[in-house]
């Protein structure tokens, strides 16, 4: 009877140590992208870009890999409670994703860890001033192709000449 009970506790040792691992290396999506200290508003010109600092936070226990793409935001969005002026015509904004004081669009995280990077917003010449200019950072995880991470970025073009 002793046996039984010893082979049975040895069967669940078993199980119980395998469903941990197993749940230990499941993949988890869970992702949070930010902009540092929510100063996601500045100012830049043709001659002067501007940095914004992200935080890019891996929730799971395993490393991920995650390719960061930066597209223009065209739908209306408020600045200190206002609906901003968004550009529109000829103006283009361009942006370099900055990880490690090198260009990337591919940026690995531990697990359960938070990474920063910069993005470096240029001003091309002939845009609209005075207005309002949205981009959209989007962190997608290769792990999970359906799950992407976004946060807004706000940027006045203002008069290189009235600086």
Request: with cysteine; glycine share 4%; hydrophobic share 35%.
């Amino acid at each position: 009877m002793r046996t039984t009970n010893f082979g049975a506790f040895i069967v669940f040792i078993f199980l119980a140590s395998f469903l941990t691992t197993t749940d230990a290396f499941a993949q988890s999506c869970n992702s949070d992208l930010k902009v540092a200290k929510n100063r996601d508003a500045r100012s830049a010109s043709v001659n002067d870009p501007t940095q914004f600092k992200l935080e890019l936070t891996n929730n799971s226990p395993t490393t991920q890999t995650y390719q960061i793409e930066v597209v223009d935001y065209d739908r209306s969005f408020t600045v200190k409670g206002k609906t901003a002026q968004r550009l529109s015509g000829n103006s283009k904004l361009t942006a370099q994703v900055l990880y490690q004081n090198k260009q990337t669009n591919t940026i690995r995280v531990p697990g359960r860890s938070t990474v920063t990077f910069q993005t470096k917003v240029i001003v091309a010449p002939g845009t609209n001033t005075d207005r309002w200019g949205g981009l959209e950072v989007r962190a997608l995880n290769s792990a999970c192709p359906n799950t992407t991470v976004n946060a807004l970025l706000k940027l006045y073009v203002s008069d290189a000449s009235e600086q």
